[in-house]
C-alpha cells in the first residue's frame, strides 16, 4: 500500500539556519504530494502542494519540489525563524483514493 | 471564520460508554473526512463522505465505529463501548471537491480520553 516516510525528529536549529525535512514516499498510481503543519495548540494547516512531477510548492519562505525519479519531496527553507517551530507532516494523496496518507511527521523547534 | 467545526473539543468518558463527535464542513464544500491522531500510531484515515454517502471506509479500526453525514454537511462519528485503545485526537477535514489534488481543510479536532 501507500506510504510517506519522513526525517526522523524532533529537529532543533537556531533562528536564520537553513532547513531540510526529507520526505519519501511509495505509492501505486501518480499521486499529489503535500505538507501540512501543526502550529503549537492550533489544527493541521495545508502549507503547500505539488501535483505533477517537477511540480514545485511554495509558501511563506517554504519551497519543495516533486521528484519523481527518487519518489521524494523534501521540504526546504533558507532562513527559519522562531516563528516556524511546528510539527511538519508530508502526506500524499493517490488518485481515486481521496484519503490522505501522513508520514509520522517531524517535531521543528527554532531557538533564538 | 467559516473553516471547519469540531465538537466537542475535549471528551472523557468512561470505558464502556458510547460517545458522538460532530464535524460541521465548511459551507460548500461536498467532501469530507475523518481522521485519528495518536502517540502511536499518527495520523489515521478512518473514512470518507461524498456528499451523503460513504465510498470509502477502509479506516474504521473495528465495528465500534461509524459515521454518517446528512443534508451533506454535518457529520457525526460513533464510538460504541469506547476503550482505552480510542483514546486519541479525532480530526474532521473538509475539501471543495473530490480529487487527489484538492487540499484538505481540517479542524482543531476532539481530544478523546477514555478513562
Known amino acids: 500500500g501507500d506510504s510517506v516516510t519522513q526525517m526522523e525528529g524532533p529537529v532543533t536549529l537556531s533562528e536564520e539556519a537553513f532547513l531540510t525535512i526529507n520526505c519519501t514516499y511509495t505509492a501505486t498510481g501518480y499521486p499529489s504530494l503535500f505538507w501540512y503543519v501543526q502550529y503549537p495548540g492550533e489544527g493541521l494547516q495545508l502549507l503547500l502542494k505539488a501535483t505533477k512531477a517537477d511540480d514545485k510548492g511554495s509558501n511563506k519562505g517554504f519551497e519543495a519540489t516533486y521528484r519523481k525519479e527518487t519518489t521524494s519531496f523534501h521540504l526546504e527553507k533558507g532562513s527559519v525563524q522562531v516563528s516556524d517551530s511546528a510539527v511538519y507532516f508530508c502526506a500524499l494523496s493517490d488518485p481515486g483514493a481521496q484519503k490522505l496518507v501522513f508520514g509520522q511527521g517531524t517535531r521543528l523547534t527554532i531557538n533564538p | 471564520g467559516a473553516g471547519v467545526s469540531q465538537s466537542p473539543s475535549n471528551k472523557v468518558t468512561e470505558k464502556g460508554k458510547d460517545v458522538e463527535l460532530r464535524c460541521d464542513p465548511i459551507s460548500g464544500h461536498t467532501a469530507l473526512y475523518w481522521y485519528r491522531q495518536s502517540l502511536g500510531q499518527g495520523l489515521e484515515f478512518l473514512i470518507y463522505?461524498?456528499?451523503?454517502?460513504?465510498?470509502?471506509k477502509s479506516g474504521l479500526p473495528s465495528d465500534r465505529f461509524s459515521a454518517e453525514r446528512t443534508g451533506g454537511s454535518v457529520s457525526t462519528l460513533t464510538i460504541q463501548r469506547t476503550q482505552q485503545e480510542d483514546s486519541a485526537v479525532y480530526l474532521c477535514?473538509?475539501?471543495?471537491?473530490?480529487?487527489?489534488?484538492?487540499?484538505?481543510?481540517f479542524g482543531d479536532g476532539t481530544r478523546l480520553s477514555i478513562l
Open positions: 463522505f461524498q456528499g451523503n454517502s460513504a465510498p470509502d
Open positions: 477535514a473538509s475539501s471543495s471537491r473530490t480529487g487527489s489534488n484538492q487540499p484538505q481543510h
